[in-house]
């Protein structure tokens, strides 16, 4: 990953790519981009790490594409610094189309596409459902500080929760030193992976050690950064001993923390979707006792976001499925516990009654705090760059 925006910064500080004139797609009528979108095959490249997002796409997605529009819809393997160095790899070699035509993004990788011109836009606002989505609302319109002007749509919106079973804790750690003297108390029993769920959990209490959380808006503040960052190695090394496998390995996925939490090896697991232990445990992969909760000392908000690359060669067709996934229809599917749980990005008072009633209607979120009970203790992301030394200096400071 530090290669990469090594690299992207070599390429942004000289010519910026021409990446065409992408007017004549964005003056045609909605109309007429359905009609153009129509008889093709796209490619979208996402995260495939879990199968019930998996089996919505192919199951519920795939097939509505291609009944209503006649698209057929390709899901491939791929996030992060692969999407980005693909694109890059495209852009550099003067190819005039790109082999993927939609991506699933977060801040990072936004960042990352928008310094090297690598994505399409603003295209947002001609997204019919685009009205059901309050982009004034800093947790949608913002993305890791930086504001989607269009070139990213929001899919989902979640906050990181702490996971853990009713019948091993009865009261869990709410501060970060009831959490430290809990690991102390209960020695293997923690840990923390070396992913992006791990990384956003050591945000979560960066931010929190700060007396001001505002100190991380805006652009990345070295200082800040190097004074909270302290804290939180000072704080983590202090307590490692006491970790899982006494802090000499971590786990390298969330999926292993899952693993582990469910056969009882973990007390603690988390999840970047507040509402993930439900549908775990539909699944039979979690105890029917396992909780979520967000500690009162809080934790990151963020919504993640659907990309169009600058050299797709169907924007039509992925501007189609862009506002399908932003549908009410699309969105009730995905925010059944049994199907994702993941949160949606639509204003409900934006929204027709009856889809309103639908969504308040939703059952099966029985084992996760009420969203309007937790977006109190929310933070947001802060700029991509937080997230990047965080990765690196976990490694120098901790792991290593």
């Not at 999407?83 to 070699?93: A, G, R």
């Not at 890791?144 to 750690?173: K, M, R």
């Not at 505002?214 to 983590?236: C, H, M, P, T």
């Not at 050299?311 to 925010?335: G, H, R």
Request: proline share 6%; hydrophobic share 40%.
């Amino acid at each position: 990953m530090i290669v990469i925006v090594a690299l992207i910064s070599a390429c942004s500080d000289g010519e910026r790519h021409n990446t065409g004139d992408d007017s004549p797609v964005l003056n045609k009528s909605w109309q007429e981009i359905l009609n153009e979108a129509g008889g093709t095959k796209i490619t979208m490249m996402m995260w495939m790490g879990d199968p019930l997002i998996n089996n919505y796409m192919n199951g519920y997605v795939v097939p509505n594409i291609k009944e209503q529009f006649d698209i057929d819809l390709e899901i491939v393997s791929g996030q992060g610094a692969q999407i980005v160095s693909t694109l890059m790899s495209e852009l550099e070699s003067g190819r005039n189309s790109s082999q993927i035509d939609l991506i699933w993004l977060n801040g990072e990788t936004f960042f990352q596409l928008r310094m090297i011109d690598a994505l399409f836009g603003p295209f947002t606002e001609k997204l019919p459902n685009i009205q059901y989505v309050d982009m004034d609302n800093p947790f949608i319109g913002i993305d890791f500080q930086q504001p989607v002007n269009g070139y990213e749509a929001p899919w989902g919106n979640v906050q990181l929760a702490f996971i853990y079973n009713t019948g091993q804790i009865d009261s869990p750690p709410q501060s970060l030193d009831e959490l430290k003297e809990w690991v102390r108390e209960n020695p293997g029993r923690f840990t923390i992976p070396t992913e992006f769920t791990g990384m956003t959990v050591l945000k979560s209490m960066m931010i929190s050690m700060a007396e001001d959380p505002d100190l991380f808006k805006g652009e990345f503040n070295a200082e800040v950064y190097n004074q909270y960052s302290s804290r939180l190695w000072n704080y983590i090394n202090e307590i490692k001993p006491f970790f899982w496998r006494e802090g000499e390995t971590f786990p390298n996925s969330i999926s292993q923390m899952h693993q582990f939490f469910a056969n009882g090896e973990l007390n603690f697991t988390f999840s970047n979707n507040d509402s993930e232990v439900d549908n775990k445990i539909l699944q039979g992969l979690f105890p029917e006792n396992s909780r979520a909760y967000v500690p009162d000392f809080g934790t990151i908000r963020n919504t993640h976001y659907l990309g169009i690359p600058t050299l797709a060669s169907d924007k039509e067709a992925a501007m189609a499925v862009i506002n399908f996934l932003l549908s009410p229809e699309a969105q009730f599917e995905k925010m059944k516990p049994e199907v994702w749980g993941d949160g949606t990005i639509l204003d409900m008072s934006k929204l027709p009654e009856n889809w309103q009633k639908k969504f308040s209607d939703i059952p099966g979120r029985t084992n996760s705090p009420p969203r309007e009970q937790i977006r109190e203790k929310a933070f947001m992301e802060p700029a991509p760059e937080y997230m990047i030394r965080i990765f690196e200096d976990f490694r120098t400071n901790v792991v290593n």
